[in-house]
């Protein structure tokens, strides 16, 4: 029997980016997201802003969505928990179309995780009425696409979930 | 110290066809920038997620690079969101100003003092957290000598206002509502800044 191999490439997230004509991304690194960092530093249709919080980045993008530009918010979930009130007076308040990438520290199909990160992330966003999209392989990866088209049509934030590491 | 009012109206006969993204203070509905502006189109109000303002900023001035962006900002804001300094800096936009109204209090709160008021030295963080040009006035008559060229030079620029604290204490619930929000701002700014969705 054929197994399926659970990687995701970056390649194939920035590909969704570009097809979608993503202008930025505004960042902060993790280790689910590690290594699109060359990727998206050499992709030259892409603006990588890098921040020192996750809070920043709901901020940032809603200058760049009111100046014109399509941004994403790459993060970690523990980013979310410290990026609640951006979320709600920058993103859910001014119905900003914000995809945020978020990696899902944590996730597992496997039983319960002890990690707290991955325990509370879906009934924070939940809690907002974030809707979101789980990828782990590059199969998924065209809910990005999905994710994208959701938020330009409702006009709310909403969240994609990245469940595993990337393969370089 | 300056005189709030005095120092946006200042700011505000400099603009030309600047964006100005103001929060706390420098954006008060009784003394601010709403008091004074030329182009309330062109005015960003921040007030959803405190500290945010220069992060907005720079996303517009990103945006934007061949239009000024002025961010008024407030001590306890920048306080608050301290990363942001080099955040900024590190995509060094040459059109973006950032003008910090240090009152040295919580001054929408009551005016509890903020951490640090007397210690902090903002042009000594600012040039370390890399700006361009850092620019700081005590008194209106050096700071109307002196904006020209700090609204001239290349930026990122910072600009410290030691301004006079104009305390309110009045529950948010019961004080005059603001005519231009960021709600507002958010669905007229991009015609007026000429862009098509």
């Known amino acids: 029997m054929a197994t399926q191999e659970v990687i995701l490439h970056p390649a194939s997230v920035v590909a969704e980016l570009k097809k979608n004509d993503i202008s930025h991304v505004v960042w902060l690194p993790d280790s689910e997201t590690n290594f699109m960092y060359q990727l998206l530093t050499n992709e030259p249709t892409l603006d990588l802003v890098p ?110 979930l990245v469940g595993t590491e990337f393969g370089s | 110290m300056i005189d709030n009012t005095d120092a946006v109206k200042l700011l505000d006969s400099k603009r030309n066809d600047a964006v100005f993204v103001a929060t706390m203070n420098a954006n008060n509905v009784n003394f601010g920038l709403p008091t004074v502006t030329s182009n309330e189109k062109l005015d960003f109000p921040v007030s959803g997620a405190m500290s945010k303002a220069s992060n907005v900023a720079l996303g517009l001035a990103l945006a934007q690079p061949n239009r000024k962006v002025l961010c008024l900002d407030g001590d306890g804001s920048l306080l608050m969101n301290l990363g942001a300094m080099v955040t900024l800096t590190s995509k060094a936009p040459k059109n973006l100003v950032h003008i910090l109204f240090n009152n040295k209090v919580y001054a929408v ?54 301004v006079k604290p104009e305390i309110e204490n009045t529950p948010v619930q019961f004080r005059t509502p603001a005519k231009r929000t960021v709600h507002t701002a958010i669905a007229d700014m991009p015609e007026t800044l000429g862009i098509k969705r």
């Open chain 1, 51 to 160: 921040v020192c919080r996750e809070g920043e980045t709901m901020a940032i993008a809603a200058g760049l969505w009111v100046g014109g530009k399509r941004p994403i918010v790459l993060i970690q979930n523990t980013g979310i928990f410290e990026a609640g009130d951006s979320i709600r007076g920058l993103g859910l308040d001014v119905n900003q179309p914000l995809v945020m990438l978020v990696g899902y520290r944590g996730w597992s199909r496997h039983g319960l995780t002890r990690d707290s990160a991955a325990r509370f992330i879906e009934h924070i966003l939940h809690a907002w009425g974030i809707s979101y999209y789980l990828i782990e392989t590059d199969d998924d990866a065209d809910r990005i696409s999905l994710a994208i088209e959701e938020a330009d049509k409702t006009q709310k934030p909403v969240a994609v």
């Open chain 2, 109 to 162: 709160t009551g005016g509890q003092p903020i951490p640090g008021s007397e210690e902090v030295d903002w042009e000594g963080m600012a040039k370390s957290a890399g700006y361009a040009k850092v620019f700081s006035f005590d008194n209106l008559e050096d700071m109307t000598n002196g904006i020209d060229e700090a609204l001239s030079a290349e930026g990122p620029v910072f600009v410290h206002l030691l």
